[in-house]
């Protein structure tokens, strides 16, 4: 036996017979998921990092001139400053929603639904993999849309709460992001994801309160904006930078708001890795 194959025999390293090669996670098929999500995004990034910045932009631009004429103030600040945390939370919970919508549901009509099935990979790790990469746009849209802010005159957007932001920024994408799953798991075309985009995600989301307080509301419609979860999120990451917010009165009304966020990410989550350990609609 020459050195060569000697050396070759003892670099190579065989696990025992009936000893798992992968240990409880398969960080390597995970990674692998991820990245192949967040390329599959990535690959057109002007549409779906830079095309909703501009459209953010946009709305800023439209309802500040509709509404914030008279330097109007709204908890303090001018409607700009007030309006821009708002929208930029809104079009990360949005794009991230669009990711998870599309991940499974697309596999389903393209045919190529067994490239998710059949590797490897837990359903946990499935679930981690397709959530962190929706979480991952949602993140990159809220960077762009972030500098986008930056440019318009007038708008302050100074962090008096950096955990705020941090942590009702990540809620909503993870929300969202479940929902989505949720949404792929459920439809059979592009139609079905579509009306759950217009009949549910879009109204949640406008009728949050991004553009006004609840304040203004009469109590009947107070009480409901109040059981929807878009609109801690939003007040939520809102007050991360004025430092002030209508979910209460006092600091621990927004630390209550994020605690219930963080129970309901929970409850989502578990309820999509039933779904996906049932095979339901991904298996028949």
Known sequence: MTDTTAETDRTIAFSPPGQPVMGRINRLGLWTLYMKEVRRFFKVQLQTVWAPAITTLLFLVIFTIAMGRGDRMILGVN????????????????????????????????????????????????????????????????????????????????????????????????????????????????DHAAAVTNFLVAPLSLLSGTFYVIDNLAPFFQSISRVNPFFYVIS?????????????????????????????????????????RSGWKLRS
């Open 236 to 276: 939520g990451f809102r007050f991360g930078f004025l430092g002030q917010s209508d979910i209460g009165d006092t600091n621990m009304a927004v630390l209550h708001g994020a605690l219930g966020l963080g129970l309901l990410n929970l409850v989502l989550a578990i309820l999509t890795y039933a779904i996906l």
């Open 79 to 190: 409607f700009a400053t007030f309006v821009a945390p708002g929208l930029i939370v809104m079009g990360m919970m949005q794009n991230s929603f669009a990711n998870g919508s599309f991940a499974l549901l697309g596999g389903k009509v393209q045919g190529t639904i067994i490239d998710y099935l059949m590797p490897p990979l837990s359903n946990l790790e499935l679930l981690l993999g397709l959530v962190g990469a929706s979480v991952t746009r949602a993140i990159l849209v809220g960077i762009a849309v972030f500098a986008a802010m930056l440019l318009y005159p007038g708008v302050d957007l100074t962090m008096h709460h950096p955990w705020a932001v941090a942590w009702f920024g990540l809620m909503g994408a993870i929300m969202l992001a479940l929902m989505g799953l949720l949404t792929s798991i459920w439809a059979e075309k592009f």
